[in-house]
């Protein structure tokens, strides 16, 4: 049975965090709140890189952050697709560890920094996105395990896969 509580796909660009929380949300017939395009609706169409590159990263983590806080108090509960920049914020984790169930989308920066290269929308911190994911993952990973309720590595699963693997975890609960 799947638990009344948001469910939240999380992890680092290029995870399939938005393909994933889509196949889900369709499949529990719920809303789908994606941090990217609510707040390009939001901020006038602009995109995570075009925030970065306007007022800054830390503007753009302060709307994620609210973005997340907004989408878990929604009823009935949605599937949120939650920017990585959300663990960072310790009242996050406390509202993911208290307020949903948590799906962290894991993968090798090398399989990651590969989709990020199809995305223009994401922000390019430096210019090694390898590197830049790596950095991201040392300082992330834990955190997103300290929040996680189910851990996926997708780096050789299709969306469809995760998405099917999820349901019969939450079917288990």
Same mark, same amino acid.
């Given at each position: 049975m799947v638990p009344d509580r948001p469910i939240v796909v999380t992890g680092l660009m290029g995870a399939g965090k938005s &393909? #994933? +929380?889509?196949l889900l949300a369709t499949e529990l017939g719920r809303e789908l709140r994606d941090s990217d395009p609510d707040i390009a609706a939001l901020y006038g169409g602009a995109t995570a890189a075009d925030i970065v590159a306007a007022v800054g990263k830390a503007v753009l983590h302060r709307r994620e952050a609210a973005h997340l806080s907004e989408a878990l108090a929604e009823r009935p509960a949605v599937v949120i697709a939650a920017a990585a920049s959300t663990v960072d914020t310790p009242d996050c984790r406390e509202a993911l560890n208290r307020e949903a169930v948590v799906v962290w989308l894991d993968a090798p920066p090398e399989v990651l920094a590969e !989709?990020?290269? &199809?995305g223009a929308h994401r922000p390019h911190f430096e210019p090694d996105l390898e590197a830049m994911l790596v950095k991201q993952r040392a *300082?992330?990973?834990? =955190?997103?395990? /300290? %929040?996680?309720? =189910?851990?996926?590595? %997708? &780096? /050789? =699963?299709?969306? /469809? /896969? #995760? *998405? +099917? !693997? #999820? =349901?019969a975890a939450l079917d288990e609960r």
């Amino acid at each position: 049975m799947v638990p009344d509580r948001p469910i939240v796909v999380t992890g680092l660009m290029g995870a399939g965090k938005s &393909s #994933v +929380a889509r196949l889900l949300a369709t499949e529990l017939g719920r809303e789908l709140r994606d941090s990217d395009p609510d707040i390009a609706a939001l901020y006038g169409g602009a995109t995570a890189a075009d925030i970065v590159a306007a007022v800054g990263k830390a503007v753009l983590h302060r709307r994620e952050a609210a973005h997340l806080s907004e989408a878990l108090a929604e009823r009935p509960a949605v599937v949120i697709a939650a920017a990585a920049s959300t663990v960072d914020t310790p009242d996050c984790r406390e509202a993911l560890n208290r307020e949903a169930v948590v799906v962290w989308l894991d993968a090798p920066p090398e399989v990651l920094a590969e !989709r990020m290269r &199809s995305g223009a929308h994401r922000p390019h911190f430096e210019p090694d996105l390898e590197a830049m994911l790596v950095k991201q993952r040392a *300082a992330r990973g834990p =955190l997103f395990a /300290e %929040v996680a309720d =189910l851990t996926f590595d %997708v &780096s /050789e =699963l299709t969306a /469809e /896969e #995760v *998405a +099917a !693997r #999820v =349901l019969a975890a939450l079917d288990e609960r």
